[in-house]
Nanobody, 126 residues
Framework: QLQLVESGGGLVQPGGSVRLSCAVS???????????IGWFRQAPGKEREGVSC????????VYADSVKGRFTISRDNAQKTVYLQMNSLEPEDTGVYYC????????????????WGQGTQVTVSS
């Protein structure tokens, strides 16, 4: 059973930065290399929003308009870990951040993702 484990959240001031990690528990490198991993976030009372995704094999990426130029998704294939570097954070970025696996690359629709982590809280506040 594939497992995704997020870490790195916390409290950060507006304008600050934080890096989230998503550890992918796939022992078979060949399978891992076929994955597409996305980051989502959910604020209280709001729907889950797609933030970014990456195609593990090529490194191709997609970003939501709301985070372009501020967030960067990357991966370390040796560690089977996907990162989300978040800069210039705003209070509107507050929420629980999840990583998930997509069946196809390029979508930020939650319905297209089949395995999810438990999430990590990011709070942007002074």
């Amino acid at each position: 059973q594939l497992q995704l484990v997020e870490s790195g959240g916390g409290l950060v001031q507006p304008g600050g930065s934080v890096r989230l990690s998503c550890a992918v528990s796939e022992s078979r490198l060949l399978y891992y290399m076929t994955y597409n991993i996305g980051w989502f976030r959910q604020a209280p009372g709001k729907e889950r929003e797609g933030v970014s995704c990456i195609k593990i094999s090529s490194g191709a990426v997609v970003y939501a308009d709301s985070v372009k130029g501020r967030f960067t998704i990357s991966r370390d294939n040796a560690q089977k870990t996907v990162y989300l570097q978040m800069n210039s954070l705003e209070p509107e970025d507050t929420g629980v951040y999840y990583c998930a696996r997509a069946r196809e690359f390029g979508t930020l629709r939650a319905s297209e993702y089949d395995y999810w982590g438990q999430g990590t809280q990011v709070t942007v506040s002074s």
